[in-house]
């Protein structure tokens, strides 16, 4: 019984085991046939050929069409927008006022500087009136005191002192003789008595009449004297008269035109707070653009309008630094218009931004803005706004050995490239001159013909 079992388990582990070498078999036909790997392709490198002929350093850049004459606007003072003018578009003349402030407190402050500049030069008109008539009033009363003066020295010369002492002298003679007279018939004494007394009542009146001259001409002396006094008040006052006529002479009252001064400078103050609060056209042009609306919040010195003539266009471009050091004032340009390929324009360098301009100035022509300008030498019709292609002619270089940048190489500050030598390659270090976009100049290395592989 047991051997009976063991016979059975071994036979159905043979029936196993040949079930499954007959599914592996089916597996096996039924697996794809490998698709054998290609051989790797390797890759050419390019070939190069030192070739002779003209290298050209250009500068390349994109230009837009702008104005030549272009302003920012922008208010004087911070406040309110209380009214916009313009709107973008627009065609302005000079002195337009395209957008204002809130001003209702400027132009009272305007109003009162005129009011006060006003009463000013009326106080100064009145003053400068008063002064003239003051003046003229002196010089009159100085020569009423000349014609005194004059009408004094002429009766100084016919003066009555003289009469009086004829007078004095005669009434003396007279005395003198009627005495002598007396004495003489006194003397003779045969005399008649009553001729005697005759002589007497004459030399009495003699006397009398001497007596009268003296007191006449002792009167004459004392009023000479007092005339001689008043004479010398007279010229004191003639003295004091002139230093006021002369005080006259300098003008008026300084203090009337510096109030007319203090009261101008008030008003131009107060109309430049009204300026500032204003902006208006500079000249005539085109709005460009408007960044500002009623109600508004501006700050001073902020640009919120952009006025420009767009009868006269150029190109700008916004360069960096590098750039802009490899350019100059008068650069000869190559330009295309991005819209018009075909055409070949010409222009050249107008302006560029301090230190490349060479200029510190304010202004367009003196270009605060940080981009290069370009003219245009043809009269063509252009968009604002409108790109182009310009082409600036740094350097070239005719009849020199050359290289395209790929063929050079750069290891650790070396240029060098690799010769083909017949089947064997070999390093050679080489010196360069300008380079451009496609070609870059051999100075020493290289020889005409030679062929260099590339990377």
């Known amino acids: 019984m047991k051997r009976l079992f063991t016979i059975t388990t071994i036979l159905i582990i043979a029936l196993l085991a040949a079930a499954c070498n007959g599914n592996k078999v089916a597996d096996l036909a039924n697996v794809p046939t490998p698709t054998p790997l290609p051989t790797p392709i390797v890759p050419e490198k390019p070939v ?39 709107t973008q578009g627009d065609t302005v003349k000079m002195g337009d006022v395209l957008a204002e402030l809130d001003i209702t407190d400027l132009e009272r402050a305007v109003q009162e500087a005129e009011v006060a500049l006003k009463t000013a030069e ?21 020569q009423k005191e000349a014609l005194n003066a004059q009408k004094a020295a002429l009766e100084q010369a016919s003066s009555p002192l003289t009469s009086k002492q004829l007078a004095l002298q005669s009434a003396q003679d007279g005395v003198a003789a009627a ?103 500079p000249f005539d042009g085109r709005v460009l653009s408007v960044n500002i609306k009623r109600g508004s919040q501006v700050q001073a010195f902020k640009a919120v309008i952009v006025v420009a003539q767009v009868d006269a266009l150029e190109l700008t471009a916004n360069l960096n630094a590098t750039d802009l050091a490899e350019l100059s004032v008068g650069q000869p340009a190559s330009i295309q218009l991005r819209n018009r ?107 005409e013909g030679q062929v260099v592989i590339g990377e």
């Open 341 to 447: 390929p075909e055409a070949t324009l010409t222009g050249a360098i107008r302006t560029l931004p301090y230190p490349y301009g060479g200029g510190s100035g304010s202004g367009a022509d003196n270009n605060e803005e940080k981009v290069a300008r370009i003219s245009i030498d043809q009269d063509v019709a252009l968009t604002l706004g409108e790109l182009a292609k310009v082409t600036i002619t740094l350097e070239e270089k005719e009849d020199v050995l050359w290289l395209p940048p790929a063929a050079i190489r750069r290891f650790q500050g070396r240029r060098f490239v690799v010769v083909q030598d017949g089947v064997a390659q070999r390093r050679v270090d080489v010196r360069i001159g300008i380079e451009s976009e496609d070609r870059v100049e051999i100075l020493e290395g290289l020889d």
């Open 122 to 142: 009326f106080n100064l008109e009145k003053a400068r009136l008063e002064h003239t008539e003051t003046l003229i009033k002196a010089e009159i009363d100085m």
């Open 179 to 281: 005495a002598n007279a007396y004495q003489q018939a006194l003397n003779d004494g045969n005399a008649d008595q009553g001729y005697v007394d005759s002589l007497a009542r004459s030399l009495e009146q003699a006397e009398q009449q001497l007596m009268t001259a003296e007191a006449e001409y002792n009167d004459q002396v004392r009023a000479l004297g007092a005339a001689g006094v008043e004479a010398q008040i007279k010229e004191l006052d003639n003295i004091l008269a002139r230093m006021a006529y002369e005080k006259l002479l300098q003008g008026i009252d300084p203090s009337y035109e510096i109030e007319v001064s203090k009261a101008q400078a008030a008003l131009e103050e107060a109309q430049g707070k009204l300026a500032n609060a204003k902006l208006v056209a």
């Open 48 to 86: 190069y050929t030192v070739e002779r002929g003209t290298v050209v350093n250009a500068l390349v850049f994109n230009g837009r069409v702008s104005p030549v004459v272009e302003e920012q606007l922008a208010f004087g003072r911070e406040g309110t927008v209380k009214t916009v003018y313009a």
